[in-house]
């Protein structure tokens, strides 16, 4: 995977993410403040224009996740500007200068931004948060690889465990970010990190295999 799939993710994911706005901020509003939507997309829509104007535009795969990670942070408001910043950053430096990256590369990329995330916001699995969905994920994908499957079938795991995590957080409460303060009401509704997180999740598997 080179370059140019990485700026196809992250088209993707700023697409995907503008496509479900509405649907991510009322998610937000049933257990936050109705603004995650928002965020998301119109930093998003900061990243893609960071990533053209910049007068040398970031040539491989990890210069273009630290990009997309510094914009986010600078960019997006609320928790999960920093925590999104701080994954795709995380996932950038893990990547270093290669201009190619392989499956085991992008698994311990991907686990690096778990692990930056966690740092950040201390939250656990099953706290109902982005980290029930980017933890399955990236559990599944060492697995597959671990497996031996191909690109397209440990993409497949990636994106599948990521919205089967988001999925999940459906029953739990929240113990971590603002729909912690609704205590048991927060139960009974998805949580919209984890749902973003699947859908940019979701895009990289989808930019990876339109690659092939
Ligand atoms: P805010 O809660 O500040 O309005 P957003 O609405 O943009 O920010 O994002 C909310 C999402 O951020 C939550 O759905 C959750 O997935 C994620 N989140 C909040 N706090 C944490 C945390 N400490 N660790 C991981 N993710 C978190
Ligand atoms: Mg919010």
Excluded at 148 to 155: N, P, R, V, Y
Aim: overall charge negative.
């Amino acid at each position: 995977m080179d370059a140019a799939v990485f700026r196809a993710w992250i088209t993707s994911a700023a697409e995907v993410i503008e496509a479900n706005r509405d649907h991510l901020t009322q998610l937000d509003a049933a257990i936050g403040d109705a603004d995650h939507g928002i965020n998301l997309a119109r930093g998003f829509t900061v990243v893609l224009g960071a990533l053209d104007a910049a007068p040398k535009a970031p040539a491989t795969p990890g210069a273009i996740l630290t990009m997309t990670g510094n914009t986010l942070i600078s960019k997006v408001g609320g928790a999960s500007g920093p925590l999104y910043g701080m994954a795709f950053r995380r996932a950038g430096k893990s990547l270093g200068d290669a201009a190619d990256v392989d499956l085991p590369a992008l698994s311990a990329a991907l686990d690096a931004a778990l692990a930056g995330v966690q740092q950040l916001g201390a939250a656990r699995e099953g706290d109902k948060t982005m980290v029930d969905a980017l933890a399955a994920a990236t559990r599944a994908f060492s697995k597959a690889i671990a497996e031996g499957a191909s690109q397209d079938d440990a993409l497949d795991c990636l994106a599948e465990a990521a919205e089967a995590g988001a999925e999940a957080t459906i029953s739990m409460q929240a113990l971590k970010g603002r729909a912690s303060y609704l205590g048991p009401r927060s139960v009974g509704h998805e949580d919209p990190g984890a749902v973003s997180t699947a859908l940019i999740l979701s895009s990289l598997r989808d930019a990876a295999r339109a690659d092939r």
